[in-house]
């Protein structure tokens, strides 16, 4: 199967950093494309027509927006024993890195 990756990326996205983090944490080679926050271009707004932000990570042509979505889905996909986990499997673990992350969201508001 192919597997083209794709990441619509801003150098100084905090965001986009955690896609970038999460994918360096996995190994996976992927293609950078630099996408202006407030100069939307047609490929940003074609990815993600509802919020029109980065990042945006396009899997084999489909998109997904939102980093921690995107992150959850990379930790899915790619979970092969090669990669270590982005989320710990424990749940109270997992609750924990995922307040942090909702409180860094609500935080950047
Ligand atoms: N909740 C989003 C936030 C993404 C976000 O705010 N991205 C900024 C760049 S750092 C953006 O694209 N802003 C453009 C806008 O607000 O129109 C996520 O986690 O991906």
């Known amino acids: ?9 801003f150098p100084v996205s905090m965001f986009a950093a ?7 944490e996995k190994g ?11 100069n939307k271009g047609p490929l940003l707004l074609h990815m993600n027509p ?5 990042p945006v ?6 998109p997904i927006p939102e980093s921690l979505i995107i992150l959850e889905y990379i930790d899915e996909v790619w979970n092969d024993d090669k990669a270590p986990l982005l ?22 508001r």
């Open 18 to 24: 955690r896609i970038r983090i999460g994918l360096a």
């Open 1 to 9: 199967m192919a597997n083209e990756v794709i990441l619509l990326d």
């Open 57 to 62: 990570f396009i899997h084999n042509g489909k």
């Open 28 to 38: 996976t080679d992927y293609e950078r494309i630099e996408e202006h926050p407030w």
């Open 50 to 54: 509802i919020h029109k932000k980065i």
């Open 87 to 108: 989320l710990p499997s424990d749940p109270y673990q997992k609750a924990q890195a995922r307040f942090w992350a909702d409180f860094i969201d609500k935080k950047h």
